[in-house]
Structure formats: C-alpha cells, structure tokens
Nanobody
C-alpha cells in the first residue's frame, strides 16, 4: 500500500557529508510520522531521528548536532542531512513512515529497503 524509495547512500571519508532521501508513494491519506533508523553489522537496529507530524523531533545522542531530519510534505519525502560523519556512522540506513492509507484509513508503519552508508578513509 505504501512504497518507500531511499537514495543518497554511499562511501564518504570521515568528516564528510551525505544527504539521504526517502520518498513515500501509494494509497496515502496522510503521514503521521517519518524517521530514520540504522543497523550496523552485528548490532541491533537503532533510532537515528524521528519527526512526528506536529510534534517534537527526536535524535539519537550519537548524532545530535551532526544530523538533521527534515520533511517535504508536498512530496511525502523525508531527508537526513548527515554532516561530520564518523566511521561509527557506517550502517544500513532505513527510512520509516507511519501512514494512514485509503480505503481503510488505518495507520501502519512502513519501512524502506535500506541504503548503505560507509564512512571510511
């Protein structure tokens, strides 16, 4: 019902920047929240940033001050601007959306396919 297409991952040197994008499409009535998680090899998936509709944005302590989440509601798109990247930011980054879809008008959580971010010299 909802498809999420991520882009923007890749290889970057420490201290560099990347911007991830995630566009949601499908039978969307409204989007309640958008966010990003990441999963490094051998570790559990963790929250990076979360932006609820009309609520406060949340960041993981490890990325606060370096990463910025933003939304473009007219395009159902969420972005993650990542600056001052560190090797420990290396992970697969997943977009997540809580959307209300038609015709059910029920809310559900959807996930993107993930995009690899590698920070290495």
């Amino acid at each position: 019902q909802v498809q999420l297409v991520e882009s923007g991952g890749g290889l970057v040197q420490p201290g560099g920047s990347l911007r991830l994008s995630c566009a949601a499409s499908g039978s969307i009535f409204s989007i309640r929240a958008m966010g990003w998680y990441r999963q490094a090899p051998g570790k559990q998936r963790e929250l990076v940033a979360h932006m609820p509709d009309g609520g406060s944005t949340t960041y993981a302590d490890s990325v606060r001050g370096r990463f910025t989440i933003s939304r473009e509601n007219t395009k159902n798109t969420v972005y993650l601007q990542m600056n001052s990247l560190k090797p420990e930011d290396t992970a697969v980054y997943y977009c997540t959306v809580v959307a209300i879809t038609t015709p059910s008008l029920r809310a559900a959580n959807y996930w993107g396919q993930g995009t690899q971010v590698t920070v290495s010299s």
